[in-house]
């Protein structure tokens, strides 16, 4: 796996926009285009009808004009908007590896965002914590893609989540429908109602990022463990192998019932962790929608 940069000035800003170009090109070529719907149908043409054509395609005004039976044609709009609504609260600075969750969510958005700017779709972004933090307007080429990444550099100022405000807020300042993509660790409980609100204006896609010690605890004696969003502390015990079930438990309960979550509203999920690849599952989601949307 590629070495992430760290997304602290211009020039690794550079370096991102290069190793994602090669990931678009090499891995994600063919896999972006069509698995997403455009904003509807527009008009193309008016021809003569042909037998198998629907009648209520008929043009009436042509028709009594010309003497002859023509239809209206429609095709769907392909320009997309297309929005990465991402997670930069405090647990996102976790990491137990190489790959912390936040500049491995910057890796992600990028991919996705340059896969949409090569597709001549609109991207934007909405960066949050407790707060708002940024929000970039959907627009299309290059160098609005370079301002979506470099806009990750931002240094928020809260450390909290809140994924209900986030998603409220890309409601009401993007009317149209969108693919909206939202990255985040999900450790917020309450977040159904936003989910399902926003599900039903756009399309939502959540991808949720995972760090291995979020999967298991390692035996390293007494550890003083801090909450990275409200400061506080807990002294626990690893030696004891209770001690560490029952969190690991309690971890693996709380990404089930945020999978089970997704599921029951229909909503796409892209589960992805930060010591594993993530190209294939990234193509196994363009696959799968490829394949739903060729039997609707």
């Known amino acids: 796996m590629p070495a992430i940069p760290l997304l602290d000035d211009a020039a690794s800003v550079r370096k991102l926009e290069i190793m994602t170009r090669r990931i678009v ?49 429609y095709v769907e ?86 994924i209900p405000l986030a998603l409220r807020t890309l409601n009401r300042l993007e009317r149209r429908k969108a693919v909206v993509f939202l990255l985040s660790d999900f450790q917020q409980p309450g977040i159904r109602q936003a989910l399902s609100v926003t599900n039903s204006r756009h399309d939502l896609v959540a991808i949720s990022i995972t760090d291995p010690r979020e999967l298991t605890v390692p035996d390293v004696g007494l550890v003083q463990i801090e909450d990275s969003e409200t400061g506080g502390r ?4 690893t030696s004891n192998a209770g001690v560490r079930r029952r969190i690991e438990e309690e971890m693996a309960r709380r990404r089930e019932e945020t999978a089970r979550l997704l ?33 609707e």
């Open 25 to 73: 090109n090499e891995v994600m070529a063919g896999e972006y285009h069509s698995v997403f719907r455009g904003q509807g149908m527009e008009f193309s043409e008016v021809r003569e009808y042909q037998p198998g054509d629907d009648i209520r395609t008929i043009d009436w005004n042509v028709t009594a004009r010309t003497g002859a039976p023509h239809v209206k044609r």
């Open 77 to 162: 709009q392909r320009e997309l908007t297309v929005i990465f609504a991402v997670d930069v609260s405090g647990s996102t600075l976790f990491g137990s590896h190489a790959r912390r969750k936040r500049p491995f969510a910057a890796l992600i958005t990028a991919i996705l965002a340059f896969s949409a700017i090569r597709n001549n779709d609109r991207v934007g972004l909405l960066l949050f914590s407790d707060r708002v933090e940024r929000f970039i307007r959907p627009r299309k080429g290059r160098k609005h893609g370079l301002r979506v990444i470099s806009e990750l550099l931002h240094e928020p100022e809260g450390r909290g989540t809140d």
């Open 234 to 237: 807990l002294l626990i015990d």
């Open 263 to 295: 599921r029951s509203l229909r909503v796409d999920h892209i589960a992805l962790r930060t010591d594993r690849d993530f190209a294939r599952p990234l193509v196994e989601f363009f696959e799968r929608r490829a394949a739903r949307l060729s039997h």
